[in-house]
């Protein structure tokens, strides 16, 4: 499968700490981009490739993946995570980019 | 700090073929990956395809034949050509710098275009 499939939507408390899964047998072999989306913002970049964080995103944020599955991690949710994330890998055959279908997180 | 900027028809019709450009400006667009990105009203985000100078030009398999990404190293521009485009084109259009490939990793984006397919 070519797909990267994740949970719609996630809900947590103020503070706690949530993940984001992404399954996809390309996962077995490329590691993830983790982006953020809020609407009528760009995407954001969080993470990439094993458990990279871009300048300027806070370290409340880390990645992890194994076998089929990439998680996003965020501890100690802020009110300001609320937000879109897609993970983002090739496909299995390395022809080209997929994202997942998205998780919607949100800060209860 | 490079900057992106899309630009383009605000609407086109069905059928019809869309062409947008993104400028680059304060930095090459040589060793970079060159990235275009959609998200439909209400739907998630979408991978078009990339350029990269070199040799490295992918599309999404899913637009088919539809999509061509080009460069212009003369004038720090790439650009996107979706053929026949339908009403499922409809999106707001968003080029990227990739800077590190692999995975990717976009760092500069612009701020997006909407194009509505309409008659």
């Known amino acids: 499968s070519s797909e990267l499939t994740q949970d719609p939507a996630v809900s947590v408390a103020l503070g706690q700490t949530v993940r984001i899964t992404c399954q996809g047998d390309?996962?077995?072999?490329?590691?993830p981009t983790w982006l953020q989306k809020k609407a009528g913002h760009v995407p954001v970049v969080v993470i990439y490739?094993?458990?990279n964080r871009p300048s300027g995103i806070p370290d409340r944020f880390s990645g992890s993946a194994s076998g089929s599955t990439a998680s996003l991690t965020i501890t100690g949710v802020q009110a300001e995570d609320e937000a879109d994330y897609y993970c983002?890998?090739?496909?299995?055959?390395?022809?080209?980019?997929?994202f997942g279908g998205g998780t919607k997180l949100t800060v209860l | 700090q490079v900057q992106l900027q899309e630009s383009g028809p605000g609407v086109v019709g069905p059928s019809e073929t869309l062409f947008l450009t993104c400028t680059v400006s304060?930095?090459?667009?040589?060793?970079?990956?060159w990235t275009w990105i959609r998200q439909p009203p209400g739907k998630g985000l979408e991978w078009i395809g990339h350029?990269?100078?070199?040799?490295?030009?992918k599309s999404n398999p899913s637009l088919k034949s539809r999509v061509t990404i080009s460069g212009d190293t003369f004038n720090n521009q790439i650009s996107l050509r979706l053929t026949s485009v339908t009403a499922a084109d409809t999106a707001v259009y968003y080029c990227?710098?990739?800077?590190?490939?692999?995975?990717?990793?976009?760092?500069?984006w612009g701020p997006g275009t909407l194009v509505t397919v309409s008659s």
């Open positions: 490739g094993r458990n």
């Open positions: 390309s996962l077995r072999v490329f590691l």
């Open positions: 350029i990269y100078f070199g040799g490295i030009n």
């Open positions: 304060s930095g090459s667009i040589s060793g970079y990956y």
């Open positions: 990227a710098r990739d800077a590190f490939g692999d995975p990717a990793n976009y760092d500069s």
């Open positions: 983002h890998s090739r496909d299995r055959f390395d022809n080209y980019l997929i």
